[in-house]
């Protein structure tokens, strides 16, 4: 039998997935539920490539909303990386929406478009994989720490004992699961 090619669906995820079968108990409400998340989250991915082509660019944003006009404006500002990776291992990595080092100041901000509450924690590991990828103390550096969701904006400044308390922790747990794939031959 020669199958059909469907090469329009390379890379392409069906919301009635096979893979993700739980849809079939769902009731209305609840397929709703799911399919109102799928599209928030497929806006924010959306909002996110915007941000990153107008950073590229240099093109600012007018301020028709609040937190994506002032993430692109403060990164363009700040001449910051736009979806930059970090690296520590293969365990641990992570792409920063927005970061820059400059005069010893680690900046990281990140731009959320969901409803959810948020947390410092995920720009912390941010910081503590910065300091480890590019051997920086973070005793030795000043760090800001940013959140832009709906019209606010969240500013934090970490004290150096936690991001070398995220560091240990990166560093301890990176060891642990190398010793696991030695131990299993993987």
Known sequence: MLFNQHS????????LSPSGYHWLNYDDLKLEARFTSAQAAARGSALHALAHN???LGV???KSNYALASYVNDAIGYKMASEQALYYSDNCFGTADAISFRRGKLR?????TGLTRT???????????????????????????RIYQGDEVKVFEPPPEAIENIMRIIVEHDRKIEEFRRLQNL
């Open 8 to 15: 329009e669906l390379k890379d392409k995820h069906a919301f």
């Open 54 to 56: 107008a950073i590229t």
């Open 60 to 62: 600012k944003l007018a």
């Open 108 to 112: 990281v901000h990140d731009l959320k």
């Open 119 to 145: 947390s410092e924690r995920q720009l912390e590991v941010y910081a503590a994989i910065f300091c480890l990828e590019y051997e920086q103390s973070p005793y030795e550096i000043a760090i800001e720490l």
